[in-house]
């Protein structure tokens, strides 16, 4: 929807904006992302701000502008905090709705003639996030933009005990925020949560465990930048989708999604994320209630027949030393009874307790791929029962539901549909389509060859859902990008740089297993990449997310032996199907994890490969 006023042009000249970092961004390629992304909004570099002093727009009052500023202790601590910029005032609602990584914008336009009826279509149409002051003659508008109201809300669904409480908190937050209120109990909140680094998150991501998921500021800021942030509805690709960040992204942007992967588990992921987006928290409760009542009543549903444990398990997990055959009953009686549970729900939420149920599987029995591409792994069984997983992640979605209907009344929004199809990316449904971007991150090379199957982490969960059963789950990791099982690769047909490191994996006698399955990926990675080039619009970007390089170590001294610049060849890749390479840009990303690899403390990036398709 337009604002008449701005469009008219009531406003002469440019305004001058202010945007003002969140506290918790720390590293320097989230800090690149989020001047790009505005200077994809403003077409134009933006300028650092260090102090918000130094953010005070010349010609405003000073003094009335720091007022707008209700929490200045909860802007970044060093470095950056914002960033200065003149550009149209039309550009504000777009600017609420879109950006990423912005805590608050004010924005100061020339003139206020008619301001009073402007600001009334502004609020129209971006919700109740809005102040204006006038000073020295101009009208000076502070906004919080819609993205951290998402972020925040997580933080809210957590400490919250239901869905009133959710709303009456999100309430207050806002509230707070926009200096409507000086009630301690909600200035503490907003404080907190601005300070707290641990959310980033929308709640709607954290539905099931998955790994190697998108930072989803990242994710929604790449399609700002790829889309040129444009308005209106453009359709997005992610091809390889896995648990749906892309698509639920788009979807609150407006852009129409699809999503494609082999995994139908990943592809019901998603398909639940973007249908709790438009549920009825009361609904959900409803159903909470019932599976409480259900599980409560376990001799109803234990007395069901569990099922056989051989056949929830594949033969390779029954082998694990720690997988007794007391362990495989007790679990597979858990399974049976929250099976029967998600069996008996309303139709419309099966989607969702389906995932929740697998969520619940993921989390307890928990398998680590080591890495020398031979399928060792290791097993752990947390001990906290499966229903209680399963009925607090469910407690959770309701509360996630009730910020959703709060987010959607009060900040206006109208997600798009999505939709999650499973497929492959090296040969992509033949009516998906033309797409405007792509946006995606393929299985990475250490991920590949042995080290880490997605589909073999997930086989309890997928034979629980019926999707596979203990015989056929291995073949879906056939599927996936450079399996272990496949046809024989033609080494000739390898880039000269490829050809290397698949040699040099031959040539060590620990490592050999994973040569021809590093052939594969490189091989599967070109067809992907030539389907993606197909799928896009001529001129139309994709960005495609992988880790810049893969490292092998010696075993004993952990010393590096030999390094593949991943990134760097799947670009030459990129480009021999027809791509244009605009950019790699290196994105250090923060490892908490002490044990997912050797020296996994060193610094870590990904880079982001930005590909164009030739105009016509
Ligand atoms: C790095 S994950 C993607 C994560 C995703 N960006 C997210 O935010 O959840 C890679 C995904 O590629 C999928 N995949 C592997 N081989 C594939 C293939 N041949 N076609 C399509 N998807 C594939 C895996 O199942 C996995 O879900």
């Given at each position: 929807?337009?604002?008449?006023?701005?469009?008219?042009?009531?406003?002469?000249?440019?305004?001058?904006?202010?945007?003002?970092?969140?506290?918790?961004?720390?590293?320097?390629?989230?800090?690149?992302?989020?001047?790009?992304?505005?200077?994809?909004?403003?077409?134009?570099?933006?300028?650092?701000?260090?102090?918000?002093?130094?953010?005070?727009?010349e010609?405003?009052?000073?003094?009335?502008?720091?007022?707008?500023?209700?929490?200045?202790?909860?802007?970044?601590?060093?470095?950056?905090?914002?960033?200065?910029?003149?550009?149209?005032?039309?550009?504000?609602?777009?600017?609420?709705r879109?950006?990423?990584?912005?805590?608050?914008?004010l924005?100061?336009?020339?003139?206020?003639?008619?301001?009073?009826?402007?600001?009334?279509?502004?609020?129209?149409?971006?919700?109740?996030?809005?102040?204006?002051?006038?000073?020295?003659?101009?009208?000076?508008?502070?906004?919080?933009?819609?993205?951290l109201?998402?972020?925040?809300?997580?933080?809210?669904?957590?400490?919250?005990?239901?869905?009133?409480?959710?709303?009456?908190?999100?309430?207050?937050?806002?509230?707070?925020?926009?200096?409507?209120?000086?009630d301690?109990?909600?200035v503490?909140?907003?404080?907190?949560?601005?300070?707290s680094?641990?959310?980033?998150?929308?709640?709607?991501?954290?539905?099931?465990?998955?790994?190697?998921?998108?930072?989803?500021r990242?994710?929604?800021?790449?399609?700002?930048?790829?889309?040129?942030?444009?308005?209106?509805?453009r359709r997005?690709l992610?091809?390889?989708?896995?648990?749906?960040?892309?698509?639920?992204?788009?979807?609150?942007?407006?852009?129409?999604g699809?999503?494609?992967?082999?995994d139908?588990?990943?592809?019901?992921?998603?398909?639940?994320?973007?249908?709790?987006?438009?549920?009825?928290?009361?609904?959900?409760?409803?159903?909470?209630?019932?599976?409480?009542?259900?599980l409560?009543?376990?001799?109803?549903?234990?007395?069901?027949?569990?099922?056989?444990?051989?056949?929830?398990?594949?033969?390779?997990?029954?082998?694990?030393?720690?997988?007794t055959?007391?362990?495989?009953?007790?679990l597979?009686?858990?399974?049976?009874?929250?099976?029967?549970?998600?069996?008996?729900?309303?139709?419309?939420?099966?989607?969702l307790?389906?995932?929740?149920?697998?969520?619940?599987?993921?989390?307890?029995?928990?398998?680590?791929?080591?890495?020398?591409?031979v399928?060792?792994f290791?097993?752990?069984?947390?001990?906290?029962?499966?229903?209680?997983?399963?009925?607090?992640?469910?407690?959770?979605?309701?509360?996630?539901?009730?910020?959703?209907?709060?987010?959607?009344?009060?900040?206006?929004?109208?997600?798009?549909?999505?939709?999650?199809?499973?497929?492959?990316?090296?040969?992509?449904?033949?009516?998906?389509?033309?797409?405007?971007?792509?946006?995606?991150?393929?299985?990475?090379?250490?991920?590949?060859?042995?080290?880490?199957s997605y589909?073999?982490?997930?086989?309890?969960s997928?034979?629980?859902?019926?999707?596979?059963?203990?015989?056929?789950?291995?073949?879906?990791?056939?599927?996936?990008?450079?399996?272990?099982?496949?046809?024989?690769?033609?080494?000739?047909e390898?880039?000269?740089?490829?050809?290397?490191?698949?040699e040099?994996?031959?040539?060590?006698?620990?490592?050999?297993?994973?040569?021809?399955?590093?052939?594969?990926?490189?091989?599967?990675?070109r067809?992907?990449?030539?389907?993606?080039?197909?799928?896009?619009?001529?001129?139309?970007r994709?960005?495609?997310?992988?880790?810049?390089?893969?490292?092998?170590?010696?075993?004993?001294?952990?010393?590096?032996?030999?390094?593949?610049?991943?990134?760097?060849?799947?670009?030459?890749?990129?480009?021999?199907?027809?791509?244009?390479?605009?950019?790699?840009?290196?994105?250090?990303?923060?490892?908490?994890?002490?044990?997912?690899?050797?020296?996994?403390?060193?610094?870590?990036?990904?880079?982001l490969?930005?590909l164009?398709?030739?105009?016509?």
């Open positions: 929807m337009a604002v008449p006023f701005l469009d008219s042009g009531a406003h002469e000249g440019p305004a001058d904006y202010l945007l003002i970092l969140r506290r918790n961004i720390a590293l320097d390629g989230d800090l690149m992302l989020a001047r790009r992304e505005l200077e994809a909004f403003f077409q134009t570099p933006v300028q650092n701000v260090e102090t918000i002093h130094e953010g005070i727009m010609g405003a009052d000073g003094a009335g502008i720091q007022q707008f500023i209700p929490f200045d202790s909860c802007v970044r601590p060093e470095g950056v905090i914002g960033f200065r910029v003149s550009g149209p005032p039309a550009l504000l609602p777009r600017l609420i879109q950006v990423s990584f912005i805590q608050q914008i924005c100061v336009l020339p003139e206020h003639g008619g301001g009073r009826a402007w600001v009334e279509d502004l609020r129209r149409e971006v919700g109740e996030v809005i102040v204006t002051r006038e000073a020295e003659g101009k009208l000076v508008v502070s906004a919080l933009p819609h993205y109201l998402f972020e925040l809300s997580e933080a809210v669904v957590r400490a919250s005990s239901d869905g009133n409480e959710v709303r009456r908190k999100l309430q207050q937050l806002t509230d707070a925020l926009l200096g409507h209120t000086a301690r109990e909600a503490a909140l907003a404080q907190a949560v601005l300070i680094c641990r959310s980033t998150s929308p709640p709607l991501h954290g539905l099931h465990y998955f790994k190697a998921k998108f930072f989803p990242m994710a929604r800021s790449l399609i700002n930048i790829g889309t040129g942030a444009c308005e209106g509805e997005i992610d091809s390889f989708a896995g648990s749906g960040t892309t698509l639920v992204e788009a979807a609150t942007l407006g852009h129409d699809v999503g494609v992967d082999v139908p588990l990943a592809a019901l992921i998603s398909t639940a994320k973007l249908d709790l987006m438009g549920m009825e928290s009361g609904f959900l409760e409803e159903e909470a209630e019932n599976a409480i009542l259900r409560s009543c376990k001799a109803k549903v234990l007395n069901q027949t569990p099922p056989d444990a051989a056949m929830l398990f594949p033969e390779w997990m029954m082998r694990n030393r720690r997988m055959g007391e362990l495989a009953g007790s597979a009686s858990e399974i049976g009874a929250l099976r029967c549970v998600v069996e008996g729900s309303a139709p419309e939420a099966r989607n307790l389906r995932v929740l149920m697998s969520d619940a599987i993921c989390r307890k029995i928990r398998m680590r791929f080591l890495g020398t591409g399928g060792r290791s097993l752990t069984v947390g001990s906290r029962p499966l229903s209680r997983m399963f009925l607090q992640s469910l407690s959770h979605a309701a509360k996630a539901a009730a910020a959703g209907e709060w987010l959607r009344e009060n900040l206006r929004l109208n997600p798009a549909p999505g939709q999650a199809l499973v497929g492959d990316a090296r040969r992509l449904p033949d009516r998906i389509g033309a797409f405007d971007l792509i946006l995606t991150s393929p299985p990475y090379l250490p991920a590949s060859s042995g080290r880490e589909a073999k982490a997930h086989a309890p997928l034979i629980a859902l019926g999707m596979k059963d203990a015989g056929s789950v291995d073949a879906l990791a056939d599927g996936c990008m450079g399996a272990m099982e496949g046809d024989e690769p033609d080494f000739m390898l880039l000269q740089r490829e050809r290397d490191a698949v040099w994996l031959a040539r060590d006698g620990l490592r050999r297993p994973k040569a021809g399955p590093t052939a594969r990926y490189f091989l599967d990675m067809r992907a990449f030539e389907e993606m080039h197909r799928a896009l619009k001529p001129s139309a994709a960005v495609v997310v992988s880790g810049k390089q893969s490292t092998f170590y010696t075993f004993s001294t952990r010393e590096p032996l030999y390094v593949v610049p991943c990134a760097e060849i799947l670009a030459e890749e990129a480009e021999a199907a027809g791509f244009v390479l605009e950019a790699l840009h290196d994105v250090q990303l923060q490892k908490a994890n002490r044990n997912a690899r050797p020296r996994s403390l060193d610094d870590y990036f990904e880079t490969i930005m164009r398709k030739a105009g016509e």
